[in-house]
């Protein structure tokens, strides 16, 4: 009799717990929507996995980040707690490298995901917000990166913070300004570290989790978009599968393929911390930026040869802004689905800019 009353009890109480939640944040509707949405089904299906793999690297940035901040002293000491974290703390190699690799790859993983969504038109009507706050998402990933890079304070990345922050000093009248905020001062030191620190670990992660927020009920609200050769077909000819469970434990393989991944770089190939910067001394050969950041310092560096001063950069500086704008734009520029001279003119705006990225990183690895 009471291992009968047990299961009943559990189940009341279950159901209890079920129904306040329910009442409260309205769960029963969640579940509704993901037993109805359905995922398109095509060759280029495989694509939409980037985005779930994108906020797989996310989550670990924000699991690694907590337990490095633990260790972590900006300021003075930056280099001293990096070194002690790598060297001296019980997995704290472990934690810094899967901080860094995941780091690297979040940013591979949203810029190949927004240019297969730019390839598969999945931009046009009525995803325009989406496909700007996956934009927003992606510039505020590269400045993770880059605000994230100087708290070493190895050389390396001491040397590159510098350089970078000289780009945008070349910018007439507000550029010296702009260039003077970053840095806390005339030079990078400790006050640019401080502020860095504060930008990574307080402000990016704020703003990120409210655009990817917006991003994610954009993208339930729309759902999938397929490409024009599937949507040109008859409706009976579709395939679709259910989100939930089917594409769902998909995705979640996925995050378990990454993960081993990740685990495999991680423990091969673990983040190495160079010597510690010296601000008085001259830069080594070599320094660069970090890959993402690449195409950019070789565009600058080529036409800061080519021209005299600081026209190069600011020459530069317009037409990586204008490639920007242009990318940005693409929804505007090739809105109709019955236009194909707009279609192509989209098409060829994705293709040309991917063209350049990757000819001009890898003109840059080859130049160093």
Known sequence: MVRSSSPAIERTWGARLWDFCDQRL???ELVELARHKLVPQHPHAVWYYLGGISLFFFLVQIV???LLLVYFRPGPEAYDSVRRITYDTEFGWLIRSAHSWSANLMVLAVFVHMFSVALMKAYRRPREFGWWTGLALLGLTMVFGFSGYLLPMDELAYFAT??????????????????????????????TIQRFFTLHVVILPALFVLVLAVHLYLVQR??????????????????????FPDFLLSDLTVWLVTLNLLGFLVCLVPWQLGT??????????????????MAQFQLLKVLGAWMPGTAGELVGILMVTGGGLVFALLPLLDHSEENR????????????????LVVLTVWGYLAL
Do not use: M
């Not at 510690?276 to 950041?293: C, K, L, T």
């Open 26 to 28: 309205g769960l029963a």
């Open 64 to 66: 690694t980040g907590i």
């Open 162 to 191: 510098k350089v970078g922050l000289e780009i945008p000093a070349s910018i007439p009248i507000v550029g010296p300004w702009i260039a003077d905020l970053a840095r806390g001062g005339p030079t990078v030191d400790e006050n």
């Open 222 to 243: 729309h759902g999938n978009a397929a490409p024009p050769s599937e949507e040109a077909k008859p409706a009976a000819d579709r395939q679709y599968v259910p989100f």
């Open 276 to 293: 510690q910067a010296d601000p008085v001394s001259a830069a080594p050969a070599g320094i660069h930026p970090e890959w993402y950041f």
């Open 341 to 356: 001279r707009l279609a192509r003119l989209g098409t060829c705006v994705t293709v040309v800019l991917l063209v350049v």
